[in-house]
Structure formats: C-alpha cells, structure tokens
C-alpha cells in the first residue's frame, strides 16, 4: 500500500502505521518492470536478501530504510570494483537504514535534520570511527527533501512509502560509505589540505581521529601562502594543521552559536549559523563553503579561508 507524502502530513509520525505491506514487500513488489513506478528497486532488494544482518535490521521494525533505485545502484557499486567487499556492501546497507527512527520529510518540522543510521563501531569498524552512535546523514527538507551523506552531491527522496513496520524513502542515490577525511577532501577539491597533511605526515592520524570536526580550507586559501608554508618546519605545519581540526563532531544541527570549540592546535574556534555557516577562529572568520561533509570520524566543513591563531597570521603574513 502506498501513502503519499501529502496524504501523509504532519501525523505520520504520530500514528500507526496501517500499510499491510512489510518494507521487503515494498521492495519484492518494485523489483521487476511493470509494477506501475518509473523506476525498479530489483538490486537493493537482492543485496538485502543476500545480508542476513542487514536484513535483520530492516524486518526488526520502527525502522526507517533509504531504497536507491537500480538505475543509482548499479553504477555505483559497479564503479567501487574490488572495493565493493562483502564487507562494505553491509555498512552501505546499514548506512541506509534508520533504526527506532521514522524519517518522513512529509510529516517533519525540521528544515535540517541529523539522522543517526545503524553503521556503527564495532560491527562495521572498518568503515566507520565513531566514539558511539551511528553514522549521519543530514536531511535538508524540501521540494523535493535531499540528503547529505558526505559526497559533493546529494540525493532526493523520490517518493515516501509507508509499511506495516517502518518506512521507505526511495532515493535517486546509492549512499556510499562516507570515507576519512582525506579521500574526502580530495573528492570536495580540497587537494592542497591532503598534499599539506602528507607533509606534515599527519595522513594516517588524521584519517584515525574519533568524534572530530575537521575545517578543510579550499586550495586558493593554501596557494595564498604557499611560499611562506614552503618555509615551515614540520611542527609548524602540524600545528597550523591541528588548529583546524575541532575536538568533537560538530554538524550544521547541533551547532551552538558562539560556543568556544577546542582544536588539537590550541586555540579555539566557532561556528554559527546554519544555511550561511561560518568558522571563527581569533577574530578570523571564514566562509563554510560545503558543510554537513560526513565522514568516517565524524564531520567536516568546507571552508574559504584559514583559521589559524591570530599571531600565526602574522608571522604568515595575511591580513
């Protein structure tokens, strides 16, 4: 039984649900041509019968699951290769899944809402590095509501299915692993921050950091002062490096305007807003150009400038 989002309206998380359909019966009854949708849910449905655990999250009830359509799926696990790992396929799949959460964009308030997935240590450890808690995905609603999952685009709920023990959110988007913070960064363009941590052979901590916010400067905020940062030490850079990198997650939901953050290089920063998000730092403000980027440890935000300790900026030589 389909519900549609304005049929739906603001009780659909208040009521019970009344569809004599399981979510896998959604999904057996979209998996083949001719069911009367515009798209086909004939792969995410074989990956969960082929996962025994992440179908166990699915039928365990009050759950919420993002199905991507065959037409997102396909290429996207086919473009991940050898990478596509019995493995990661399951954290993919318990990325997909909300637990104890019915997400409906039809029937919620919130403009942006942290949806907490069942990817979570220790189970999928490899693929995820949080201190507790599942891994997130921000939900932006709208005409159409769209998700971010910590790739450059994001995908749109198509249509919103109610089920007898959950719901159904068909997305234009396989949601692929969130990955560390620098396969991040290079995928956000942020080259010079990875080429700058290799230097500062801070790569594998970073990428290892739990429960942090990481603030990647774009590449023309680096190139501003390549000369000088040609100049530093390896424990100068470090430290210019670690004074971008906050000691907790912290998304554009959560955000406490004015809040002093502690960094790993010592001064603190903070962030306000939330569609127009900005990082402070010294009286230095710069710009969130991508917030919300999820990643293995936690968060990253996408920033237009450095933050750095005033008497930094001095010795660097930018005003």
């Known amino acids: 039984m389909k519900v549609s989002v304005s049929a739906i ?11 004599g359909q399981t979510i896998m019966d959604i999904f057996n009854t979209y998996s083949h041509v001719g069911s009367g949708k515009s798209y ?32 997102s799926y396909i290429p996207a696990v086919g473009g991940l290769g050898a990478a596509a790992t019995p493995n990661y396929l399951h954290a993919a799949l318990s990325y997909h899944t909300l637990l104890s959460q019915l997400y409906n964009p039809g029937g919620s308030a919130q403009a942006y809402a942290l949806l907490e997935t069942a990817l979570k240590a220790p189970i999928s450890s490899q693929y995820v590095n949080l201190p507790n808690g599942g891994q997130k995905i921000v939900a932006l609603k709208g005409q159409p509501t ?24 068909v997305i234009d988007q396989f949601l692929l692993v969130p990955p560390a913070v620098s396969a991040s960064a290079s995928t956000f363009g ?6 700058y941590l290799g230097q500062a052979n801070m790569t594998s901590m970073v990428d290892g950091l739990s429960g942090v916010t990481v603030l990647v400067p774009q590449d023309n905020a680096f190139q501003a002062i390549a000369s000088t940062l040609a100049g530093y030490s390896t424990q100068q850079l470090q430290t210019l490096l670690q004074s971008h990198i906050i000691k907790q997650t912290v998304f554009s939901t959560n955000i406490v305007g004015g809040a002093a953050l502690t960094t790993f290089g010592g001064p603190s920063v903070s962030l306000s807003g939330t569609g127009g998000l900005t990082a402070t730092g010294d009286n230095v403000t710069a710009t969130v150009v991508n917030s919300d980027v999820t990643v293995a440890g936690g968060a990253m935000h996408v920033i237009d400038t450095q933050i750095e300790h005033l008497s930094r900026r001095r010795v660097l030589g930018v005003s």
């Not at 309206?9 to 569809?19: D, E, H, N």
């Not at 025994?52 to 037409?71: E, K, M, R, W």
């Not at 942020?190 to 080429?195: E, L, N, P, S």
């Open 146 to 169: 769209k998700l971010k999952y910590g790739q450059p685009s994001q995908a749109v709920i198509l249509e919103t299915i109610v089920a007898s023990n959950g719901i159904v959110n």
């Open 40 to 71: 086909t849910l004939a792969n995410i449905t074989d990956a969960l019968k082929a996962d025994p655990a992440a179908l166990a999250l699915v039928n365990q009830g009050g759950s919420t699951f993002f199905a991507p359509i065959d037409s």
């Open 9 to 19: 309206g603001a009780f659909a998380l208040l009521t019970p649900l009344v569809s």
């Open 190 to 195: 942020a080259t010079q921050f990875v080429k």
